[in-house]
């Protein structure tokens, strides 16, 4: 949904600016003892705990790291994710390793979510909506030292989170660089059952250039180095024995210009990505396997910004070229190891052009508009891999040519308190290398092996959304809706002609395209602040999703209910809250999904900022699930469940 509310307080701010309001919501982590803090864990909180507090996020756990993003109750297929603009691929099959799993809270500003079709510039195949991780760089003219460090504990798990960065400025450069390190071990369910295989460890290092030649010239540069190792996936048949990203970036921007735009920026980019599958820990494996895989990337955009009269518009170009390989290798006990592509090696390469204008007719009235075309072609570069897809594919063309693209336009309008706005968008996506070149992917959630179909057409949608708002001294109450209405929609549907490669598997699906299906999204929330010390907030959600056969789409969100009493008192913050979710009976038994009954989790925490000399402190305490509960979400993968009573205690330190 294209939201023209941006939430980031109780109130509406009075000076909203218009050019802000494709953005739904903005997550800060910043510098310690300044800005908003989206969880109570300050700066040790980690990137999904971040993204769970999202309006329209919800997150996928097939163990007790790395969660993948869902927004709109779409995964990442219908998601765009990128890091300051760039785009970056996930390298297993399973999607163990999403995008935002290679970035740190130390070295993140804010997360920018644009919900639906109006996608931020760089992002393409934004049905769902598109998130960016926006880096955190101190700038120019900053402070002319800054230390930072950060230690965390939780008892659930004996997770220990400890993280050091420095930061430098002057007029004419500027560097910020750190690193992070976390570590748990398995952690215990409701009632003290441990889940095995949910242990982690990672380090994370990064380092921020900016160099300012002459004033409003500025070259940027940014490294970041993110190793996990030891990766346990409850939820899977299989950990990780090593997840490795290597993100370089190179950026050139120019401020104050003259004419129809005042700012110019050029940004090239290259990621590595690799991801290594084992079970070699794991008892009672009838044949051991690997499963490795690797994702590079290479791109470019460049974003020009303007205004003329009552118009802000941006123009943006970018392109990027991406190969994904992933095999396997099965050993069986006296037998000759076994060798099979599961990518095949597929590169490619996108190229497209964004346009966007914010409109405003008057104080009250606003529209935004916006569009972007894309072309993308892709090749099948293994000889191997594409003759093993032409048993099942006979004249199998290796490359492709499609394009691709979106339109979107909205109304907003607002006075005395009142916020209405409304919305429309039109896109369509390309395949995903796995839905389009997939060979043989087991899928644990339903049991069955997948094979990519080469010939589908591209997914297409329609989207409708509105939302209405009403904010006075004390009280805010806001109700918000989409729809989404697809054409030639893709999933993996059952053939019965095929026989499964994994042993146990129930059977061997397809990815095909259904003539139609349907997901509506609504939510009603409403904050309350009767003194200037309580505030209380509520959201209450609901969705649903079904597809052209008349079964119920998997992993759409039960009905839930959010609530949180917070109390502030000069540099003193403390919070009560409850999650609750009706029982998920209504869910995609034809892709088997199985119920998961309700539950209502509570949490308390305190917290404050405190000057200590010279030295700024944040101080957390806190206790999760506070009564123990044992209980799964509908998102947690074949229903592992959640951690039971957790008590955590964080500082953050800064010089």
Request: aromatic share 14%.
């Amino acid at each position: 949904m294209i939201s023209l509310v941006v939430s980031l307080g109780l109130f509406f701010p009075q000076d909203t600016v218009f050019k802000e309001a494709a953005i739904d919501e903005v997550v800060v982590s910043a510098t310690v003892g300044t800005g908003k803090k989206a969880v109570n864990k300050g700066r040790v909180a980690s990137i999904d705990e971040h993204l769970g507090r999202l309006s329209k996020v919800e997150m996928v756990r097939r163990g007790n790291y790395a969660w993948e993003p869902v927004v709109n109750n779409m995964a990442t297929e219908r998601v765009s994710t990128t890091i300051d603009g760039m785009k970056i691929f996930y390298a297993c099959t399973d999607k163990m390793d999403p995008v935002t799993s290679y970035v740190e809270s130390s070295n993140l500003q804010r997360i920018s979510l644009n919900s639906g079709l109006d996608g931020n510039p760089q992002a393409t195949g934004n049905i769902g909506g598109s998130i960016d991780l926006k880096l955190r760089r101190v700038g120019f003219d900053a402070k002319a030292s800054e230390y930072n460090a950060s230690a965390g504990f939780e008892s659930n798990g004996n997770v220990q989170v400890y993280g050091a960065d420095a930061a430098f400025s002057s007029h004419r450069f500027y560097t910020n660089f750190g690193v992070f390190y976390r570590h748990a071990d398995n952690y215990k369910a409701g009632g003290g059952e441990e889940i095995n295989f949910s242990q982690f460890q990672k380090t994370n290092a990064f380092v921020n250039f900016g160099w300012q030649p002459a004033d409003n010239h500025i070259v940027e540069a940014t490294v970041i180095y993110d190793i996990a190792t030891d990766i346990g996936y409850p939820a899977l048949a299989m950990d990780v024995k090593k997840a490795e990203g290597i993100i370089t970036s190179l950026s050139y921007r120019r401020e104050q210009l003259n004419g129809l735009f005042y700012r110019w920026e050029s940004k090239a980019y290259y990621n590595h990505i690799t991801h290594n599958m084992d079970d070699t820990k794991r008892p009672d494996v009838i044949i051991h396997m690997d499963m490795p895989g690797r994702s590079q990337t290479a791109g470019l955009y460049s974003l020009l910004q303007g205004n003329k009269g009552i118009h802000y518009y941006q123009v943006n170009y970018d392109a990027y070229y991406n190969t994904l390989f992933a095999d396997m290798t099965m050993y069986p006990d006296g037998g000759k190891p076994m060798y099979m592509l599961t990518w095949p090696d597929v590169g490619t390469f996108n190229t497209g052009l964004s346009l966007s204008d914010d409109i405003t007719l008057s104080p009250h009235h606003h529209i935004r508009l916006s569009a972007k075309g894309a072309w993308q072609h892709q090749r099948i570069n293994s000889d191997e891999g594409y003759q093993a897809l032409n048993i099942y594919f006979p004249a199998l063309d290796r490359a492709s040519s499609r394009f691709i693209g979106r339109l979107a336009a909205s109304y907003a309008y607002e006075k005395i308190g009142w916020k209405f706005a409304v919305g429309t968008g039109y896109g369509m996506r390309a395949p995903t290398v796995t839905e389009s070149y997939g060979y043989f992917l087991n899928n644990t959630f339903d049991q069955y092996d997948y094979i990519g179909n080469p010939h589908l057409k591209n997914e297409k949608a329609f989207e409708l959304n509105g939302s209405l708002a009403w904010s006075g001294e004390r009280l805010l109450v806001k109700a918000e809706a989409n729809a989404f209405f697809f054409q030639d929609y893709i999933i993996g549907r059952p053939d019965s002609r095929l026989s499964a490669m994994t042993i146990g598997a129930a059977g061997v699906k397809i990815y095909q395209n259904l003539r139609h299906a349907e997901i509506v999204n609504t939510t009603l929330t409403a904050d309350y602040k009767p003194f200037r010390w309580l505030q209380w907030e509520n959201r209450l959600t609901y969705s649903y999703g079904k597809e052209s056969t008349g079964a119920r789409l998997p992993l759409i969100a039960p009905v839930s209910y959010l609530s949180n009493l917070r109390f502030s008192w000069q540099n003193l913050e403390a919070e009560g809250g409850v999650r609750m979710a009706a029982r998920n009976s209504q869910c995609g038994t034809e892709y088997g999904e199985t119920p998961t009954a309700g539950y209502a989790v509570w949490h308390l925490n305190i917290g404050g900022h405190f000057n200590l000399g010279t030295v700024g402190a944040d101080l957390h305490l806190g206790v999760e699930n506070l009564f123990d509960r044992y209980y799964s979400t509908y998102s947690d993968w074949n229903h592992i469940p959640q951690k039971g009573r957790n008590i955590y205690v964080n500082a953050s330190f800064q010089l």
